[in-house]
C-alpha cells in the first residue's frame, strides 16, 4: 500500500517523494516505481530487525504459527511472544533521527503502527496508513479486538476473555516500547496500545459494505479516513494472463485459490485442500508457493508457484482465500464471493467480516471437511443474489 502511496504521490501530484527502506524489500518489491520520479533510499543496515524474521516463511513454518491445533488466542500470543525486543526500534529510530535530519521533509507518510520518538518529535505532519484496516487503530471494548476473528455484537465481556489471553505476551512488547517512549521525551501511550491516533492523519483501505458494520458500534473520528482499496492504474499494466490449456476446455465454473506466501507454506494443509479439490465439478488455478513444485495435481487443478493475481480475479467466479487484507480488497474489487479460510492475526477478521455481510463464508482452514469445502462452494455458485450484489458492489468500487 505504501508504495502506491509513493507513486502516486510522485507522479500525480508531482511532488519529491523519498522512500526509505531496507535492501532486500527493495530487491523483491520496488518494481513498480521504476521509471517514476520517487527516490529510493536504502537504510545503511537492516531496519527493524525483528519485523525481517517475522516475514520469513521457513521461520513461521519452524514456530509453529501454522499448527492447526492452536486456538485464535494462542495464535496471537505466540505472535506477540516473538516481538518483545526493545533494541530493534531504538535501532531503527537513530536512522530515521539521522534521516530526518538530512531529508528535511515536509510530510511523513509511514505504514508503520508504531510510534517512533524520532518522528514524534519532529513536528513534521504526519499521514499513517493503517495495514490491517479499522481494528488497527480504533480500540473499544464494544468491537471485537484486532486478530480475534470474533463477531460484532458480542457480549464485552466475550471480548475482555480475548484480551485477557494475551495480555501477559503484549505487555512483556508495551511495557518496555513505552517506557523508551517516555525516557525519549515522548507523551506515554494509553495502557496496551502501541500508537494514538489523534496526531495524525489516518487512512486504511477497506470495502464500505464490511466496514459499515462497525459505524453501528463506533463512528469513525474526523482524522480517520477509509478508501474501498489502494490499487493504482499501474497495478494493472502488463499483467495478462490466459485460461491455461489444461482448464480451458473443461466445464465447470473457474474458481481462484490463493493463500498467501506464508500460508501456502504448509504443505501438508495445501494438499489436502487440493485432493478436495479434485473431487469438485469445477476447475480451479491455484498459486501453490513454494513448497509444492513437485506435488502432482488433479486433473482440474492447475497451478504455479506465484501468479498475477490482479489479471487471474476477473476471469474467475470464486476466490478461495487466507483473507490477507490485499486479497480481501482486490476480490471485492471485481465482485467475487469468497471462501475463507484464515490462519492468523487480521485475517480472522476480515474473514469474520466477509462472512457476517454475507459475501463469503468463513470455514476453518485445518479442520472444514470435503463436504463442508466443497459444499460452501456451490452454495455460493449457485447465489445469484449475491452475484448480483457483489456485481453492483465492484462497479461502485470502480467508479473511482
Known sequence: MAVNVARELATRAEHRVIYLTSQEIADK????????KVEIMIEPEPGIKVWERLGDNNYWVESGLLNGDLQVHEKAYLVFSEMQSIDSFRSDNQLLDQVLAAV???????????????????????????????LTGIN???????????????????????KRKIIKPFNAIWKPYNNYLVSMGCQPLP????FTIDDCLNIYAY??????????????????????????ESDFDGQQFKIPDKLRDKSGKLI??????ICSSDRQNMIRLIKMFGKSQHRFIVSLGDRLDDYPLPDNVWGQPSLPQLSILPLVDLVITHCGINTVCETMYFG??????????????????????????????????????LGSIDSLLADKVLAKKLKKISQRIQLY
Open 29 to 36: 518489491k520496488l518494481d513498480k516505481l521504476s521509471g517514476t
Open 104 to 134: 528535511k521533509p515536509d510530510l511523513i507518510v509511514t505504514d508503520s503502527n508504531i510510534v517512533y520518538p524520532a518522528i514524534a518529535r519532529s513536528g513534521i505532519p504526519l499521514i499513517r496508513i493503517w495495514i490491517t484496516a479499522r
Open 140 to 162: 473499544d471494548r464494544l468491537l471485537p479486538p484486532h486478530g480475534s476473528g470474533l463477531p460484532i455484537g458480542c457480549n464485552p465481556e466475550v471480548y475482555d476473555e480475548f
Open 191 to 194: 495502557e496496551n496500545v502501541l
Open 207 to 232: 470495502p464500505k459494505e464490511m466496514d459499515q458494520l462497525y459505524d453501528q458500534i463506533k463512528p469513525l473520528p474526523k482524522n480517520v479516513i477509509r478508501v474501498d482499496h489502494m490499487l493504482i
Open 256 to 261: 481462484y485459490f490463493a493463500m498467501g506466501s
Open 336 to 373: 467475487k464471493p469468497m471462501i475463507c479460510l484464515p490462519v492468523y492475526c487480521d485475517q480472522y477478521d476480515h474473514s469474520q467480516r466477509i462472512h457476517e455481510s454475507g459475501f463469503g463464508i468463513r470455514l476453518d482452514v485445518h479442520k472444514c471437511t470435503e463436504r463442508q469445502l
